[in-house]
T-cell receptor, first 114, second 111 residues
Framework: DVKVTQSLRYLVKRTGEKVFLECVQD?????MFWYRQDPGLGLRLIYF???????EKGDIPEGYSVSREKKERFSLILESASTNQTSMYLC?????????????FGPGTRLTVL | KNQVEQSPQSLIILEGKNCTLQ??????????LRWYKQDTGRGPVSLTI?????NTKSNGRYTATLDADTKQSSLHITASQLSDSASYIC??????????FGAGTRLTVKP
């Protein structure tokens, strides 16, 4: 089974602090994604990566950056957290050969910025 | 504009009853549509995929339909169980790799 791991389930930070969220997948997938999920808005794509050291902006990249130094690891960085970045953050991965674009999601990290 | 709208936003039913969740989309050119189930505190898990040529597909007590002409999909849950309590998310894929998520329907099944 594909496993996507987000080691932090809950995180509380203060405004202005740097936040580092890490995602690891064990299926050798080429594509990895970061989403935020807010009530009534659904999942919104922040950034994605289709290869090591490659990144592409999603729908809401402002205030975020990402890093992909190794194939299995995709990190989301908030350089200076703000209260409007309080949200659930979900990571996903997908292989090029996956049946009709199926993405596999991690359990999510609930971030609260005070 | 490429959008996916789900209804209702939330739904409460009694255990053993059936229910139907709706997904309307405007994405173009449409590739396929996937329903995900998201349990509280977990990431979404795929329930079923509907390709352009498919009308109906079942996965146990879950049956998805797709009407590509009216751009509508539904997810029907039969004989609901407490474990069906979750959010159900419709995702539409278009332009081969682009995707758009619906906001989800929050289903609560009560004993």
């Amino acid at each position: 089974d594909v496993k996507v791991t987000q080691s932090l389930r809950y995180l509380v930070k203060r405004t202005g602090e740097k936040v580092f969220l890490e995602c690891v997948q064990d299926m050798d997938h080429e594509n990895m994604f970061w989403y935020r999920q807010d009530p009534g808005l659904g999942l919104r794509l922040i950034y994605f990566s289709y290869d090591v050291k490659m990144k592409e902006k999603g729908d809401i990249p402002e205030g975020y950056s990402v890093s992909r130094e190794k194939k299995e690891r995709f990190s989301l960085i908030l350089e200076s957290a703000s209260t409007n970045q309080t949200s659930m953050y979900l990571c996903a991965s997908r292989g090029w050969g996956e049946y009709y674009n199926e993405q596999f999601f991690g359990p999510g990290t609930r971030l609260t910025v005070l | 504009k490429n959008q996916v709208e789900q209804s209702p936003q939330s739904l409460i039913i009694l255990e053993g009853k059936n229910c139907t969740l709706q997904c309307n989309y405007t994405v173009s050119p449409f590739s396929n549509l996937r329903w995900y189930k998201q349990d509280t505190g977990r990431g979404p898990v795929s329930l079923t995929i509907m390709t352009f040529s498919e009308n109906t597909k079942s996965n146990g007590r879950y049956t998805a339909t797709l009407d590509a002409d009216t751009k509508q999909s539904s997810l029907h849950i039969t004989a609901s169980q407490l474990s069906d309590s979750a959010s159900y998310i419709c995702v539409c894929y278009y332009n081969n790799n682009d995707m758009r998520f619906g906001a989800g329907t929050r289903l609560t099944v009560k004993p």
